[in-house]
């Protein structure tokens, strides 16, 4: 049988990702402003989670201004959501086996 | 082994958390349904007993009575109470929700929030032309059902970006728009019980599932 383990991605251990993730599955686009109010982070800390997803291809990131602001919106590719599919199915079965 | 297993249960509860917290608008207060409710009954009562002289007549029978024209003192007098409460619902339902959101330290005024709102107003307001369109062509015995019908559609539409409870509301809304069309001289009766009756049951519940 498969370990499930190795289906777990090390990409989404820390919990801030994991937020992101959730965040952006059941919404299409979310803006930075939206995802530091909901994981309730430091700009700082966010940005370099978030640098680390794009870089992995996991999220893609559009600038575009709004007026005069620039404003930053976060989407998952479909590589992002299949890796945090894999990822919760993984957990799902360590909770089953515990 | 074990080192790499975080926890997958906290895990999966903190993704499930993210999830709901980043589409559901969670700072709707059951105070509001029940505010809701009992403005709507105060305007029933008012509709009843002043502006249908005291309920000698049947709703529908009587506004059949007043007339052709679509603006007699009676509609209008029946439109003008209708908007003062839908106002004050309103206006209950955004001070309740902006308290809750307060209390649990959340904002009120996010993407869910936005989302919600636009799905509630496009059967809101498909409904309300609806229901003018019925008022100028003097079909005012169905206004009851038209409003109670597309209200119900509205919240089983923005019942998936809210608490749960909304979805159900909506149906029961529907439910009973349906029998004020069928039994339309008890209008005002299916009006009293949808607008009034239910947003106090609903809000209740409401209120003590989600905030105690």
Redesign the interface.
């Given at each position: 049988m498969k370990n499930p383990?190795s289906n777990?991605q090390k990409v989404f251990?820390s919990?801030i990702r994991?937020?992101i993730?959730?965040?952006l599955?059941?919404?299409d686009t979310?803006d930075f402003n939206?995802l530091k109010?909901?994981?309730e982070v430091t700009d700082g800390n966010l940005a370099s989670h978030l640098k680390a997803l794009e870089q992995q291809e996991i999220i893609i990131v559009s600038k575009q201004f709004v007026g005069r602001k620039p404003s930053t919106t976060y989407q998952a590719t479909d590589h992002g959501k299949n890796l945090f599919r894999q990822h919760?199915a993984a957990?799902?079965v360590?909770?089953g086996n515990? | 082994?074990k080192a790499?297993?975080?926890n997958?249960?906290e895990?999966?509860q903190?993704?499930?958390e993210?999830?709901e917290?980043?589409?559901k608008f969670l700072s709707l207060s059951g105070l509001s349904g029940i505010f809701a409710g009992l403005c709507a009954l105060i305007g029933a009562a008012f509709a009843w007993f002043v502006i249908l002289g005291s309920g000698s007549l049947f709703y529908d029978e009587y506004l059949c009575s007043v007339g052709a024209s679509p603006f007699n003192q009676v509609t209008i007098s029946l439109t003008i109470d209708a908007i003062i409460v839908l106002g004050t619902a309103i206006l209950g339902a955004f001070y309740f929700s902006c308290r809750k959101a307060r209390k649990s330290g959340q904002?009120l005024w996010?993407?869910s929030t936005r989302r919600l709102l636009w799905h509630l107003s496009i059967p809101l307001v498909a409904g309300g032309v609806f229901v003018m369109i019925l008022i100028f062509r003097n079909s005012v015995d169905l206004v009851a059902s038209a409003t109670l019908v597309f209200y119900g559609l509205a919240l089983v539409n923005a019942g998936k970006f809210t608490l749960g409870e909304i979805h159900y509301l909506g149906l029961t809304e529907i439910l009973l728009g349906i029998l004020a069309g069928i039994f339309v001289s008890h209008g005002l009766l299916f009006w009293t019980l949808g607008f009034g009756l239910m947003h106090i049951v609903y809000g209740t519940v409401m209120y003590y599932r989600h905030e105690r």
């Open positions: 383990i777990l251990e919990r994991l937020g993730m959730s965040a599955v059941v919404n979310l939206a109010d909901l994981l919760l957990l799902e360590l909770i515990q | 082994m790499n297993l975080s997958p249960k895990d999966l903190a993704i499930r993210f999830m917290r980043s589409s904002k996010t993407s």
